[in-house]
Every structure is written in structure tokens, then in C-alpha cells.
Antibody, heavy 118, light 110 residues
Framework: QVQLQESGPGLVKPSGTLSLTCGVS?????????WTWVRQPPGKGLEWIGE???????NYNPSLKSRVTISIDKSKNQFSLKLTSVTAADTALYYC???????????WGQGTLVTVSS | QSVLTQPPSVSAAPGQRVTISCSGS????????VSWYQQLPGAAPKLLIH???KRPSGISDRFSGSKSGTSATLGITGLQAGDEADYYC???????????FGGGTKLTVL
């Protein structure tokens, strides 16, 4: 079955760029799925960041749209998240997930904690 | 402030039934399917219910979902200690053109 694994730096400096990758195994990233990023600040709820389709189409959370880029690398069967101009408010557990057109998120990666601090 | 509104907490005794509500608007719950996720302490969220009332393979029939208008409800029967978790509703919002979640509900089994 499809499994997802997030990877990337756990510490990013304020005003820097957060970069994460989600590796997909057990299935092709070219399938009819929306590959999704969700984050969760410590002790708080889930926030949908955005998604990408295998043809490169993207949708982003309007509140983050000016700072977010999600890209896909079919050759490596992975997709990535870049968030620019980060602040302490961007400190969170970042999850990747496989989504559908009806926003069914299954499965999820285990999540990776990113802390924004100098 | 989440787009979807859930009660911060609910509680019930073992063996009892509990419901968790999720309130939205026409552009999200009113016009789209609702999913429910369970997040056990220290774990990633797990899909419990999709398309309002469908259970993925392996999910107990103690969990059920329903939707009416711009609200959805998650029901859990025969409560067990292992059900203690945070529960989130989620759906697509056609006005925001993005996914939205509720603020989450913490379930305590007394």
C-alpha cells in the first residue's frame, strides 16, 4: 500500500525558507491523486496548506498563497513544499498526505516537526 | 479561527455513545463531502469517515457519520478508553477554493 515519508530540516531561521519533501512509496505519484500538505502548530488544530496534481496543477490556502510553492518530481516519486519568509508562527508539525478530489486524505505521513528559531 | 466549528471537548463514560458536531456553510459542508479524522496522542491523523458516512477498510462500525445541510456529525458507540483522541472534520470549500478543517474536538472517556 502507499506510504508517505516527510523529510527536511527541523530548524529554520526567521525570514528563511522552509523546504520539505514527501517521498511516496508503494504507488505512483502520477496516479489520480492530489498530493497534499497539512500542518499543525504545537497544541493546535490542523491547517490545510495546499495540494498538487500529477500534471502540476496546484491549489493553495489563500492565507499562505503568497509564500507557498508545492512542486512535484515524477522521476523521484516525490513532491515538495517551500514556504518563504517564515516566522515563529510557522513552527509546526508538517504532514504530507494523499488526497482526492473530495478531500479524502489517506494515507498520511508520520509528520515532521519544523521549528522556526534563530 | 477555523472555518468549520466543532465543540472543543466532549466526554462520556465507557460503553456510552457520543456525538461530535461540525458546523459550516453552504460553500463547504453544504456543497461538499465531509471527512472525519482521529488523531491519537503523538500520532498522525487517521481517516475515520469519508464522503459523509463511509468507513475505510479496517475502521470499526462503532464509528458513523452523517450530514444534514451545512452540518455534519460523527457518532461513536460503545466508547472505549482507546477512543480518547482529538477528532477533526474536514471538507473542501468552494469559495476559498481549498481544504478546510474544524478546530478539533478532544474526546475524554471518563
Amino acid at each position: 500500500q502507499v506510504q508517505l515519508q516527510e523529510s527536511g530540516p527541523g530548524l529554520v531561521k526567521p525570514s528563511g525558507t522552509l523546504s520539505l519533501t514527501c517521498g511516496v512509496s508503494g504507488g505512483s505519484i502520477s496516479s489520480t491523486s492530489w498530493w497534499t500538505w497539512v500542518r499543525q502548530p504545537p497544541g493546535k488544530g490542523l491547517e490545510w496548506i495546499g495540494e498538487i496534481y500529477h500534471d502540476g496543477s496546484t491549489n493553495y490556502n489563500p492565507s499562505l498563497k503568497s509564500r507557498v510553492t508545492i512542486s512535484i518530481d515524477k522521476s523521484k516519486n516525490q513532491f515538495s513544499l517551500k514556504l518563504t519568509s517564515v516566522t515563529a508562527a510557522d513552527t509546526a508539525l508538517y504532514y504530507c498526505a494523499r488526497g482526492s478530489i473530495t478531500m479524502i486524505l489517506l494515507p498520511w505521513g508520520q509528520g515532521t516537526l519544523v521549528t522556526v528559531s534563530s | 479561527q477555523s472555518v468549520l466549528t466543532q465543540p472543543p471537548s466532549v466526554s462520556a463514560a465507557p460503553g456510552q455513545r457520543v456525538t461530535i458536531s461540525c458546523s459550516g456553510s453552504r460553500s463547504n459542508i453544504g456543497e461538499n463531502y465531509v471527512s472525519w479524522y482521529q488523531q491519537l496522542p503523538g500520532a498522525a491523523p487517521k481517516l475515520l469517515i469519508h464522503e459523509n458516512n463511509k468507513r475505510p477498510s479496517g475502521i470499526s462500525d462503532r464509528f458513523s457519520g452523517s450530514k444534514s445541510g451545512t452540518s455534519a456529525t460523527l457518532g461513536i458507540t460503545g466508547l472505549q478508553a482507546g477512543d480518547e483522541a482529538d477528532y477533526y472534520c474536514g471538507t473542501w470549500d468552494g469559495s476559498l477554493y481549498g481544504g478546510v478543517f474544524g478546530g478539533g474536538t478532544k474526546l475524554t472517556v471518563l
